[in-house]
């Protein structure tokens, strides 16, 4: 699965797209940032509409920085999605 490493305000986060597949799967990709080790790992969970491809590894790669820092702005902590395996 390809990875990107973006670095906001000093701190890199570490960017792949989920595995999960939702019904949405050809209209909306999750991805999940991290960021640390351990019991002071952080895990966010946004999802995004890809514009041009269609596939899930290729609309990731044609994701700027840009784009990348503000999906990361727009995120929600993983403890609040199933893509970061939340269970009730």
């Given at each position: 699965?390809?990875?990107?490493?973006?670095?906001?305000?000093?701190?890199?986060?570490?960017?792949?797209?989920?595995?999960?597949?939702?019904?949405?799967?050809?209209?909306e990709f999750a991805l999940i940032f991290t960021h640390g080790?351990?019991?002071?790992?952080?895990?966010?969970?946004?999802?995004?509409?890809?514009?041009?491809?269609?596939?899930?590894?290729?609309?990731?790669?044609?994701?700027t920085d840009t784009q990348l820092h503000e999906l990361l702005?727009?995120?929600?902590?993983?403890?609040?999605?199933?893509?970061?395996?939340?269970?009730?």
């Amino acid at each position: 699965m390809p990875n990107r490493t973006i670095t906001v305000e000093g701190t890199a986060w570490h960017v792949v797209p989920s595995g999960r597949v939702t019904q949405y799967d050809l209209d909306e990709f999750a991805l999940i940032f991290t960021h640390g080790e351990g019991e002071g790992r952080q895990t966010r969970v946004t999802r995004y509409s890809p514009v041009g491809a269609r596939s899930r590894e290729q609309s990731f790669a044609e994701l700027t920085d840009t784009q990348l820092h503000e999906l990361l702005r727009q995120s929600q902590p993983g403890l609040t999605s199933p893509e970061a395996r939340y269970t009730r």
